[in-house]
Structure formats: C-alpha cells, structure tokens
C-alpha cells in the first residue's frame, strides 16, 4: 500500500466521521431541543427507555452523542441510573443503523445529495431547511467518505503481506482487542464497523475474522463515554462504568452464543452480500444482547455501585430531591393538599438559603469542594422547583374555591423567588472562582462592608422562610428594618465603591465583582420581602 494510498484511505475515515458529525448536528439543530425534551421526560419506563435511546441514536446516528447527553442528565440529577440504562440498551441498537445504511450503494447519487444539501444550506432563508441541509450535506460526505475508503482499501486485496497477517491472525482474543483498540482511536463504533466491512467486502477480511472485530468494537465504543465523565460527579461516572458494564456482559453473552448455538449460519443465510452481512450480524448482535440482558439491569446497576459507592451527602441529596409533602396531593382534601405545598415550598425555601449561606462562606474563604456543593445544591433546588411547579398544576385541576386558588398562585411565585435566591448564590461562587482565577481580592475595607451586607441580606432569607413556613407575621416589622439596612448599604457600597476607584484603590477585576455581588445580595433581601409577604391576606 503505497503513502498516497495510506492518505486517501485516513481522508476517507475523515470524511466518514466530519460527515457523521455534520449530519448530527443538522439533524439536532432542526428539531431544536425537543431531542433532549423526549430524553429527559420519556424514561420513566424502561421499555421506552429503551425505545427513546434506540429512536435518539438513529437520528443522531451516534450512540456516543446519545450516552453523552444521558450523563449530563444523570450528572445533573434529572435522569436515575435505573432510567440511564434503558437509553443506553436502546442507543446500541441504535448505531447499527449507520452498517445497515452504507450496506447500500448509493455512491452514484452521493454528489447529488452533496449539490442538493449545499443549496439548501446555501441559499435557503429558513433555518430548519438550512439545518436539514446541513443533514443531507453530511449523509452526501459520510457517504463520499466510504467510497473514498473502498478506493483506498481495494489495493490491499492484491498485496500479498497484507493478506498472510490479517489471514494468520485468527486469535479471537487478538482480534477482540484490536477491534477496542481501533474503536477507541477513532472515538465511534459506527466508523470502525464501516471499516470492517469494507474489508470483507473487499475480499480481504473472512467473515468469522469480522464477528470478533465488531464485538470489540462495541467495547471500544464506550471511550468517548469514559472521557466524557472525567469531568462529570460521581453520578455521572456510574453512567459511563454503566456503559462499560453493559458491553462487556454484551461482548461475554454473544461469544457464549455464537460458540452454542448456529446464529453466525443463520445471519450470513440472511444475505448474499458481505457487507449486509456484516451490517446485520452488527444490528443481530445488538438486539440479542439487549433482549437477554435487560431483565438483569437492575444487577448491572448494582455493579456499578461497587465500582463507585454511594456517599453519605448523596444519599442526602437524592432524598432532598423528592418530593416529601406532595407525592399525594390528587388524593387528599384540597385544604390538606395547599398546606402540603406551602411545607414543600417551606423545606425547598430552606435548601435556597442554605445554599445562598455556603455561597457568601466559599466567596470569603474560597474552596473547590464548596462551589462543588453549592452547584450541587443548585441543582436540587432547581429539580425541586420543577417538581413542585408541576405538582401545583395537578392542584390547580381540582375543584378548588377562590380562595384556594389564590394561596396556590401565592406560594407558586415564592416558591420563583426560593429559586432565584439559589440562582444567585450559583453567581456568587461564580465570582469567586473568577476572583481565584485573575489571582485579585478586595480591600480589607471592601471585604468588610460586603460581609455586613451579606450577613444583613442572609438573615432577612432565613428570616422570611420562616415567615412563610409559620405564618407569623409578627416579624414582618423585623424584616422590613433589615431590608431598608440592606438598601441603605448598597448605596452606601456602591457610594464607597467610586471613591476607591477615584483613588485608585481598588484592582480593575475586583471592582467589577464588587458591584456585582452587592448587585446579588441586594436582589436576594428583595427576594426575601416577596416571600414573607407571600402567604399574607391569602386565607
């Protein structure tokens, strides 16, 4: 094979995966987030689970793309392992479909696709006709690369030192690990299978040579999950160790079976074509394994939980997470039902304001492991919200009098402004670890005064959640005080602020991150007032 050959043949595998890429990001670009809406909302089963990772990763046409967005759900919480695994199932029959496609040969009407994707991309106005061009420009190039590659490949057959090693190498276990080692370069099962069969297509690779290759692939396939976890929590990571787990038990389930049983006779009596063989000893595969383990996901997820125990302070953010009070409210009276949702709101109140203190502490004394917790906490809050948000729409359905009406809508806007106080205190740590980044601080003087304004706005929250929660109003002269201090004090900050600036006192970067904590604290006292004043006059 000669240099130019070499380099047509890794210009076609480009062409292939900027294809695949290209064709992806088109396609999720014209349905807008609706891709990641129906991932997120339609996997509380596991049989659509798996239905929604099979349907996410044929139009996405990557398996990797689909495994990547489950562990950005489960890393935020808002997708269980026992739900990850069923899109995970469903994404590895999914990637088959790419072998099934380019088993087609469709290379004559490629530069059509290509011309047609180009106009619509190009001179089209509407943005879906330009993102379904970008889709066919990338089936036209995905497509193009493959010819490329068979070009590339097609030599080979002739060249005799080729031909004796991949003939001499039939170690299941050599060819097992060149087919991970070979996925996990190229980051993608689909491109790696394609390869395969291009070279049982082309006469260079035997049939049987193939199965063990393609059953490493799937293995090798999980490197862009693994990689991809490297920045994720500890949830995220079971999701990719998920994913690992679940291919090697597929990898051990299809050697037992193809050593047992005919199923290798009957897939290659399904097709005279090498390369449709190929592509559906890859779909057989998949779909067998799938079927014979999902019944035990459940031990698989267990595994996985003795790769990566669960800690102490997950367990109590998952249980922080649930609903505690309302996981009822359509079966109780509605009176019970609204006192239900004012104890939920109370506690998801409670979460905000903590989460605002731990905020002010990491500002003062910054620390990795405090952001890490207050986005933590964030993240609670903010799945708590959308929960109680969407338990408050099922109240609203009841037969409810006006009065009743009107103390849902109350503590449906406090529960708004709980949220944007954990919103803020997310902006905080964000000031913070931008101060540690620039390597600037404040003022010993401005340091202080932000302390007392902080410490002024954090008692008014905590303050006025215990207003709400109670719904004693005897406090609220209390609350008022503090809230004038805090107005007070920002004029005052911001006042001070100038001068040190007239007098060159304060470093460029801090100034900004000054006014703009005073900006944060100020707006979470008024948060405050809202909530204590929230329940007043609703009974």
Excluded at 135 to 140: N, R, V
Excluded at 266 to 278: C, E, H, L, V, Y
Excluded at 419 to 440: F, L, Q, V
Aim: proline letters at 3%; glycine letters at 4%.
């Amino acid at each position: 094979m000669t240099i130019a050959q070499i380099l047509s043949l890794l210009g076609g595998v480009g062409l292939f995966l900027f294809g695949m890429s290209i064709m992806s990001t088109g396609l999720k670009n014209s349905c807008g987030d609706n891709l990641q809406v129906i991932l997120e909302k339609a996997t509380t089963n596991k049989v659509v689970a798996v239905l929604v990772g099979l349907l996410m990763t044929v139009l996405v046409q990557s398996s990797s793309a689909t495994d990547v967005m489950v562990i950005g759900f489960v890393n935020s919480g808002m997708m269980s392992l026992a739900q990850a695994i069923g899109v995970i199932l469903g994404a590895n029959i999914g990637t088959t479909i790419t072998a099934q496609i380019t088993a087609f040969n469709i290379a004559t009407f490629t530069p059509f696709i290509l011309f047609a994707g180009a106009v619509m991309y190009l001179f089209m106005k509407k943005d879906i006709v330009k993102h379904l061009g970008s889709f066919f420009m990338g089936f036209g190039m995905l497509f193009q690369g493959i010819t490329i590659m068979k070009a590339a490949i097609e030599p080979l057959k002739h060249t005799q030192a080729f031909v004796d090693f991949i003939s001499n190498v039939r170690n299941p276990f050599l060819l097992l690990i060149f087919g991970i080692a070979f996925t996990a370069l190229l980051q993608s099962s689909s491109s790696s299978t394609v390869i395969f069969q291009t070279f049982v297509a082309q006469g260079i690779l035997d049939y049987d040579a193939a199965v063990y290759l393609i059953i490493g692939a799937a293995i090798g396939s999980v490197t862009p999950n693994l990689l991809a976890s490297l920045t994720a929590n500890r949830n995220g990571k079971r999701s990719a160790i998920l994913n690992l787990l679940f291919n090697l038990c597929r990898a051990m389930v299809i050697i037992i079976i193809i050593n047992v049983t005919p199923l290798l006779s009957w897939i290659q009596s399904t097709s005279t074509d090498p390369a449709r063989q190929i592509a559906n000893t890859h779909t057989i595969f998949a779909i067998v394994a799938v079927c014979i383990i999902f019944p035990f996901t459940d031990l698989i997820i267990k595994l996985t939980y003795m790769f990566i125990p669960e800690l102490p302070e997950e367990t109590r953010a998952a249980e922080d997470r649930q609903l505690v009070f309302m996981s009822q409210v359509t079966n109780v009276p509605p009176n019970m039902a609204i006192h239900q949702a004012q104890l939920e709101a109370a506690r998801m109140g409670a979460i905000a304001a903590e989460n605002f203190e731990k905020a002010i502490d990491c500002f003062f004394d910054y620390s990795p492991e405090k952001v890490e917790d207050v986005e933590k906490r964030e993240e609670t809050v903010n799945i708590l919200n959308h929960a109680i948000q969407d338990a408050m729409v099922k109240l609203q359905a009841l037969n409810l009098t006006p009065a009743n009406l009107r103390r849902i809508s109350a503590i449906t806007i406090a529960v708004t402004d709980m949220e944007r106080i954990s919103d803020h205190a997310e902006n905080i740590i964000e000031y913070a670890t931008r101060m540690k980044n620039k390597k600037t601080k404040l003022s010993k003087k401005a340091a202080k005064e932000l302390k007392e304004m902080a410490d002024n706005s954090m008692e008014e929250v905590e303050l006025a959640i215990d207003i709400f929660t109670s719904e004693n109003y005897g406090n609220l002269d209390k609350i008022e005080k503090l809230e004038k201090k805090v107005d007070k004090q920002e004029k005052q900050l911001i006042n001070h602020h100038v001068e040190r600036l007239m007098e060159n006192k304060c470093e460029p970067i801090a100034g900004v991150i000054f006014s703009d904590m005073v900006t944060d604290i100020e707006r979470c006292a008024d948060h405050a007032i809202n909530i204590a004043y929230a329940l007043k006059d609703t009974k």
